[in-house]
């Protein structure tokens, strides 16, 4: 592959998605980013994604799409793996894209025919209406977005949540960073004593002290911690790996630069992960999803229970349902999404 002349397109897009999402950051309403599609010589095409997330620290679609008009039309392998290691939406976009010509570690495994997937509730009391439904679907693993109203209603609101769940349910409670160390500690009071799965992100990685308070958060309180908007990139996995990080890792392989590397050092230290979605579309979720059925280590529910999503439903990823197959993998369409764009 080295020095193979690789033509390079792109196409940014936005798309307003089904109903917008509310989270600590604020309501999010559609969706930016653009898809690269890369073509030899021989005819052979590979598409991947950029779907940054600026307020996780990635960087922004303009940034993206200026290094991509520098790098013109014609590229060669050698030229895409120099892009900045600070542009990591798009090298994950340009890796997936550049692993359609070759065989390498992110192709499905036949370890797991199937995978588990937690079902996304909205925040507020807005998650008592959506749980029936998706237990009647199947769902057994929740993730409720917290961290966006008061924190004592929400904390009140948390008993009416877990009473609707079927026994036997898990519940995660998603935080986005929004408290600071003493509303963290009163949530992982409530959550001790409760079926809660983990508590994600609960302190903003930009906050004061942040890792140390993470850190003294996850060695006082019995429910685990995840982190999420602490990982982007190598650089912050490889950090809180020699940190022997005892919680979990949530990872978002589109914010991860080229995931390959990044993937195998988490699989080395025996990392308890979790694959997660960036609210990408159908581009970016078939490259992410791969990665997640390739790994073999522990792996809990995927964060991947966010489709139907766009009102197109050609830029989805699989049905939200209890468990994503390697099938439904496999029938995601990028040359549909790019077509779609133009």
Not at 162 to 181: M, Q, T, V, Y
Not at 215 to 238: K, M, W, Y
Request: charged residues 25%.
């Amino acid at each position: 592959m080295q020095g193979m002349a690789l033509r390079l397109l792109h196409r940014r897009y936005t798309l307003p998605f089904r109903a917008p999402v509310r989270t600590a950051h604020g309501m999010w309403a559609e969706r930016a980013g653009v898809i690269v599609r890369l073509e030899d010589e021989g005819g052979r095409v590979g598409y991947g994604e950029a779907a940054p997330i600026p307020w996780f620290g990635t960087e922004t679609i303009e940034e993206a799409e200026a290094a991509l008009n520098v790098l013109g039309e014609w590229v060669t392998p050698e030229q895409l793996a120099a892009v900045p290691a600070e542009l990591r939406c798009l090298r994950f976009a340009l890796a997936g894209a550049l692993a359609e010509f070759g065989e390498d570690e992110r192709r499905i495994a036949d370890n797991a025919p199937y995978l588990p997937v937690a079902a996304l509730l909205a925040a507020g009391r807005g998650a008592l209406t959506q749980i029936a439904s998706k237990v009647e679907l199947g769902f057994r693993t929740f993730k409720w977005k917290v961290g966006v109203g008061d924190i004592g209603d929400e904390l009140a609101l948390l008993d009416d949540v877990i009473g609707e769940l079927p026994s036997g349910s898990k519940l995660r409670l998603d935080a986005n960073g929004a408290w600071d160390r003493r509303q963290a500690e009163r949530w992982l009071e409530r959550a001790a004593e409760r079926p809660i799965e983990f508590v994600e992100q609960p302190i903003a990685p930009d906050a004061r002290a942040a890792d140390d308070v993470l850190r003294g958060l996850a060695g006082d309180f019995p429910t685990p911690i995840a982190l999420d908007e602490s990982l982007v990139g190598a650089h912050d996995v490889e950090r809180w790996l020699a940190a022997a990080w005892p919680g979990i890792f949530v990872i978002k392989p589109a914010l991860l630069g080229d995931p390959v590397p990044v993937l195998a050092r988490l699989a080395e230290a025996k990392a308890d992960v979790v694959f997660s979605s960036a609210l990408e579309t159908a581009v970016g979720a078939k490259a992410a999803l791969e990665l997640a059925f390739a790994w073999r280590g522990k792996l809990r529910a995927l964060g991947f229970g966010v489709w139907p999503l766009f009102n197109m439903s050609v830029f989805d990823g699989p049905f939200g349902a209890p468990f994503i197959r390697s099938e439904d993998v496999e029938r995601l369409n990028p040359e549909a999404a790019w077509t779609a764009l133009s």
